[in-house]
């Protein structure tokens, strides 16, 4: 009797490596309160709480893509603090590695181009909304921080 090794799969274990996609999103941070942003829907995680920002580009570092992003996607303009965290999340269509910042607003009001809704919360009721997987790590972090400006 012949002994297989491998089986059916052995090439299929050889498979694509996945997508990566790197992101970076704003705790924007007013009055000691945290926005948190609902995704709009027809997107990928759609009705998912998150950090508003968006994809890095290859030419940009995390700050300079996290400024472009908050200007083009909620009108306003942000002093980009100090980094919370980056983690990653391995959704089904790639990995997600997002890095987030504390942001204080320095002019306009937050307004909704791509989300259904804002929120503004104390850090420690963060952990209430439905956020998307790659937000988990910094709510937990920032629900148990002091955000008011010293």
């Known amino acids: ?6 089986g059916v799969g052995a090439s299929a274990a050889k498979a694509a490596p996945r997508k990566q996609i790197r992101v970076v999103g704003a705790a924007i941070v007013r009055d000691g309160m945290v926005m948190c942003a609902q995704r709009g829907g027809g997107k990928q995680l759609s009705g998912k709480w998150e950090f508003p ?10 700050r ?3 400024h472009r992003e908050i200007e083009e996607e ?4 942000v002093e980009i603090g100090d980094e919370v965290c980056t983690d990653s999340y391995d959704y ?6 997002l890095t987030v910042f504390i942001c204080h ?9 791509e989300h259904q809704q804002f929120r503004w919360l104390k850090p420690a ?3 209430t909304l439905d956020w998307a997987p790659a ?11 002091d955000v008011t400006r010293k």
Not at 92 to 97: K, P
Request: with cysteine.
């Open 1 to 6: 009797m012949a002994t297989v090794t491998g």
């Open 53 to 62: 920002g968006g994809k890095i580009e290859p030419h940009e570092t995390p």
């Open 64 to 66: 300079e893509a996290l």
């Open 74 to 77: 909620l009108l306003c303009e």
């Open 92 to 97: 089904d269509f790639g990995t997600v590695t």
């Open 105 to 113: 607003l320095l002019s306009g009001e937050p307004r909704r181009t």
């Open 125 to 127: 009721d963060m952990p």
């Open 135 to 145: 937000d988990h790590k910094a709510v937990s972090m920032i629900s148990v921080m």
